[in-house]
C-alpha cells in the first residue's frame, strides 16, 4: 500500500497542490498528472506545499523533474513552499532548485505570484 | 568566507551521497516484491531522478527477432510505446561496451545508429545505455537531455554503469523467471493431459471388465462410486478418495481371463466352477501389482474385496482385524451392488430387504463401522437431509459419478 495521498485545489489562477506522506514510489506519479492537468487547463501558476512530506528519494525527485520540465515547456512558474531542511537539500544536491522558486509558504508564493502576469 | 576549495569538495561529498541513496533506493525497487514492470518503472524514475533527466526509456531484447521492444517510458506521454522498437543485429551488439552509457558519437561507427536514427532522434536520446547480464544482452536504456541542458558528468556515467549492471541482472533474473514459470505451467498442463489420459483408460477397462456379462453393466463404476461416497463421510483425504475410485473400477479386472460362459451362467455352479470364479480376486491383484498407480493400496483392496469380517472369505480368509479400512469399504460395495442389481442367478433384491441382510451379516461378512457409516449416508439421502445425492441417482440408474480430479461429470 502506498503511503502517498494528494489534494489539490485551485484559487483564481494559482492551483495549489498538497502531497502528503513519502514520495518514494510511483504511485506519486499522480502528482506529475495534476500538475499536467492543471497546465492543460490553462493554469500557468502553479504551487506545491510541501507542509505534510515526510520524505522524497530519487523516485520522488523524478516526478518533481517531470513537473518542472513541463513546467519550463509551459513557460509556466512552478512554486515549492513549506519545505524542511532536508527536501530542500535533497533539491539542492541534484541541481533542481533553481528550476523552481522557493517560498517559505503558500502565503509568501500567492503575493509573489499576484504580481505576475 | 568558506574556502572554495573546501566548498567544492562538500559538494563532491553530497553528489557521491546523492549517488549511493540513488543506488539504495535502485536496490530496494529491485528486490521488491512488486512485478517487473513497476520494477522497471521505478528503477528508470531512479535513473531520472538521479541524473536530472526528464526523459528515458527502457527497452528488452527480443533475440528471436533482433529487435529491443519499448517497455517502459518516462516523460514520453505522447508516444505509442507498444510501436516503438530498435533492431539491434548480432553483430551490432557485439560493437556495444557492456553495461556502458553511449553518447551518440560513440555509436556512429556502429550501423545500429544509422538502422535507428529516427526512433533515438524522436525519444529524443542523448544517452544509450546497453544492458548486460553475464555477457547476454538483455536490453538497453536511452536517455535525454538533461534539464536545463547540462553535460552528463563523468561521475554520473560511473553511476549509470552501476545502475545499468544492476538493472541488467533484474531483467535476467525476471526473464528466467519467466522462463522457468513457463516450464511449469507447462509441465503442469502435460500432467492434467496424462491424468485425463490416465483415467479414461482405468474407465475403458471397467468398461471391458463389465462388458463381459450384460447383468454386470456399470457395475464397476457404482461400486466405484459407492466406495467414494463411503470413504467421503468417512472423512478420507482426497488422494486416497481417488484411490478407493479407482480400486472401485479395476477391482473386477481379473474376471477378464475367467471364461465368459462361466460368468454369464445362469444356474448353479459347480464346486469347481466356483473355485474358478474365486479365482478373479487374485487374477485382479496380479495385473494390478504391476501397475505403479500414483494411489497406495490398489492392489491389496481388490485382492481382499471378497474378505470377511470373520475370516471367511476369500483368497486369504483374512480377519476384521486383518483388513484395511478400504477393503471394508470396497467388499461392502460390491456386496451391496451385487444385492441391488439384477444378476444371471436372481432378481435385485429391494432396498428393505438389502437393508436387512446387512444387518444379518453386519460383523461377520460386513464390518459394523462402514456398514452404520453407508447406511446412514442412504438414509440421509433417502429423507431429504442430504443435498448432493451420491448413492440413490446410482439405484435409479443415475449417470454421475465421481472421478480421479475431484469433478463430478457425466459419464461416457
Not at chain 2, 115 to 135: D, E, M, S
Not at chain 2, 160 to 177: E, K, P, S, Y
Not at chain 2, 273 to 286: L, Q, T, W
Not at chain 2, 339 to 360: A, S, V, W
Request: aromatic share 8%.
Amino acid at each position: 500500500m502506498s503511503n502517498f495521498s494528494l489534494s489539490s485545489r485551485s484559487s483564481g489562477d494559482i492551483a495549489v497542490m498538497m502531497p502528503k506522506g513519502y514520495i518514494n514510489d510511483i504511485a506519486a506519479e499522480c502528482l506529475e498528472q495534476e500538475n499536467e492537468q492543471f497546465l492543460g487547463h490553462g493554469m500557468k501558476k502553479l504551487v506545491v506545499n510541501f507542509s505534510d512530506v515526510k520524505f522524497i528519494n530519487t523516485i520522488g525527485l523524478s516526478v518533481f523533474l517531470g513537473m518542472m520540465q513541463k513546467t519550463l515547456e509551459n513557460n509556466s512558474i512552478l512554486c515549492f513552499t513549506n519545505m524542511k531542511k532536508d527536501h530542500q537539500a535533497i533539491f539542492e544536491i541534484a541541481g533542481l532548485i533553481k528550476h523552481v522558486k522557493v517560498f517559505k509558504d503558500e502565503k509568501d508564493a500567492f503575493i509573489y505570484l499576484d504580481g505576475r502576469p | 568566507m568558506e574556502d572554495p576549495d573546501m566548498k567544492d569538495k562538500k559538494l563532491h561529498l553530497k553528489r557521491l551521497m546523492f549517488s549511493i541513496a540513488s543506488l539504495v533506493d535502485l536496490g530496494q525497487e529491485a528486490t521488491s516484491s512488486k512485478d517487473l514492470m513497476s520494477k522497471m518503472k521505478a528503477a528508470l524514475f531512479v535513473i531520472t531522478g538521479t541524473l536530472s533527466v526528464p526523459t528515458a526509456a527502457l527497452f528488452v531484447y527480443q533475440p528471436k527477432r533482433h529487435e529491443l521492444d519499448l517497455v517502459v517510458a518516462k516523460g514520453h506521454r505522447d508516444i505509442d510505446a507498444e510501436a516503438i522498437r530498435l533492431g539491434a543485429t548480432a553483430i551490432q551488439v557485439k560493437q556495444f561496451r557492456m553495461n556502458d552509457p553511449h553518447t551518440f558519437r560513440d555509436l556512429s561507427a556502429n550501423s545500429f545508429f544509422e538502422q535507428n536514427k529516427t526512433v533515438l532522434t524522436n525519444l529524443q536520446a542523448r544517452i544509450f545505455l546497453p544492458l548486460f547480464a553475464k555477457g547476454t544482452f538483455v536490453g538497453a536504456i536511452t536517455l535525454g537531455k538533461k534539464i536545463g541542458g547540462a553535460p552528463y558528468r563523468q561521475g554520473e556515467k560511473d553511476v549509470l554503469r552501476v545502475i545499468a549492471h544492476q538493472m541488467a541482472i533484474t531483467l535476467h533474473n525476471a526473464h528466467l523467471f519467466l522462463e522457468l514459470s513457463k516450464k511449469a505451467t507447462e509441465n503442469r498442463r502435460l500432467y492434467r493431459n496424462m491424468q485425463r489420459i490416465y483415467n479414461d483408460t482405468i474407465q475403458a477397462f471397467a468398461a471391458a471388465i463389465d462388458a463381459k456379462d450384460g447383468y454386470t453393466k456399470d457395475h464397476s463404476y457404482r461400486v466405484a462410486s459407492y466406495s467414494v461416497a463411503i470413504a467421503k463421510e468417512l472423512g478420507w483425504k482426497k488422494k486416497d478418495i481417488e484411490g478407493i475410485y479407482v480400486a472401485g473400477l479395476l477391482h473386477d479386472i481379473g474376471k477378464i481371463i475367467i471364461d465368459t460362459g462361466l460368468i454369464r451362467k445362469g444356474e448353479k455352479l459347480t464346486a469347481g466352477e466356483i473355485n474358478e470364479i474365486r479365482k478373479h480376486p487374485e487374477i485382479s491383484y496380479d495385473i494390478l501389482s504391476k501397475v505403479k498407480f500414483p494411489w497406495k493400496d490398489i492392489d491389496n483392496f481388490v485382492r481382499h474385496h471378497h474378505e470377511r469380517m470373520d475370516g471367511k472369505g476369500y483368497p486369504d480368509a483374512l480377519m476384521s482385524r486383518e483388513l484395511s479400512e478400504g477393503v471394508k469399504i470396497l467388499s461392502l460395495a460390491d456386496a451391496f451392488d451385487a444385492m441391488t442389481t439384477d444378476r444371471p442367478y436372481r432378481h435385485k433384491l429391494g432396498l428393505d430387504r438389502t437393508f436387512q441382510e446387512f444387518i444379518e451379516c453386519c460383523g461377520t461378512q460386513f464390518d459394523e463401522k462402514i456398514t452404520g457409516t453407508f447406511f446412514n449416508l442412504l438414509l440421509r439421502e433417502l429423507s431429504g437431509e442430504v443435498m448432493e445425492l451420491q448413492i440413490l441417482p446410482l439405484l435409479n440408474n443415475g449417470d454421475e459419478g465421481y472421478l480421479a480430479d475431484g469433478g463430478t461429470v457425466a459419464r461416457t
